[in-house]
């Protein structure tokens, strides 16, 4: 069959194909329709409709009625009625505590005196008149803390400043009257804390020797201007001693090892005011036995 002849043959069948179509379809009009809307119909109802109506889980939940928990309430009971009884307790000490603060207050402004041109027994009778107070009320201390027998490291922190300002005090007192060192037993014995649990505590005592090592430099140059040229030797003798023995302690990173830090400062202004009264001459002759100890 040649090509034309080919071709013309098939254009003829798609015209017969295409008429049979279109009277198909003008014939049966209504049959294509419902086929056509069933294809696409119902996928759209199925995505469109809305979901059934379901249950609510919050309304059908019912909490749990409370059971009742006697061993949880006694516990709680126990514990409000401790924490009651700690809390009575430590207001009672606290009020000691401040009578303690208020009476060492009064002794540490009677020592202020020994910066003035003073009699030193008029300074020191005034002082010693509250070290008595003081130590009567750290006897009511000890009677309340008798209440709570093994816990005294846990109210301790409640005079533990007051203690240390007390044996600043103390110290500085001692070393007016003597020039010496007052000991940890020599402090507790004026405090009458050497009995029984209720003592004086070691980092206590230390941090008071440091609290009065503050007031050395104000008291050399004071006494310098009265024409006291020997009290710079004195001082430093004393500060040296005292801090060669603090460094045989192994000190920590504390509140303690912060106040040892500070000492050598004041031994350093004690050490100016020396060495300007020595080079000025009016440091008074050594002897060889002070030369050899200073």
């Known amino acids: ?130 070290v008595d107070v003081i130590k009567g009320l750290y006897a009511q201390l000890a009677e309340v803390l008798k209440e709570c027998p093994g816990q005294y490291y846990r109210y301790h922190g409640d005079w533990r400043s007051e203690t240390q300002a007390v044996v600043s005090m103390l110290a500085f007192t001692h070393w007016l009257e003597t020039g010496g060192l007052l000991m940890h037993a020599e402090a507790q014995e004026k405090l009458g804390l050497s009995s029984g649990e209720f003592c004086l505590d070691v980092e206590d005592y230390l941090t008071g020797l440091c609290f009065m090592s503050n007031e050395f430099p104000r008291f050399v140059v004071n006494r310098v201007t009265a024409g006291d040229y020997d009290c710079p030797r004195k001082v430093l003798s004393f500060l040296t001693d005292l801090h060669a023995s603090f460094r045989m302690l192994n000190l920590r990173n504390d509140f303690l090892r912060k106040k040892f830090d500070g000492m050598k400062y004041d031994l350093r202004r004690v050490e100016e005011v020396y060495y300007d009264v020595k080079i000025r001459g009016l440091a008074p002759v050594e002897s060889k036995q002070e030369a050899a100890q200073s």
């Open 1 to 130: 069959m040649r090509p034309a002849a080919a071709a013309a043959t098939a254009t003829a069948a798609a015209l017969r194909l295409r008429a049979a179509a279109a009277s198909l379809s003008a014939t049966h009009p209504a049959r294509l329709a419902p086929r056509r809307a069933a294809l696409l119909l119902p996928p759209l109802r199925g995505f469109c409709s809305p979901a059934p109506p379901r249950a609510s889980a919050a309304a059908d939940y019912e909490p749990p009625s409370r059971l009742p928990s006697p061993v949880m309430d006694a516990q709680f009971e126990s514990f409000r009625s401790q924490l009651d009884e700690s809390s009575t307790l430590r207001d009672r000490i606290r009020s000691v505590v401040s009578e303690i603060e208020s009476a060492s207050r009064v002794a540490s402004a009677a020592l202020l005196l020994v910066h003035q041109p003073v009699p030193l027994e008029d300074v020191l009778g005034k002082a010693k008149a509250q």
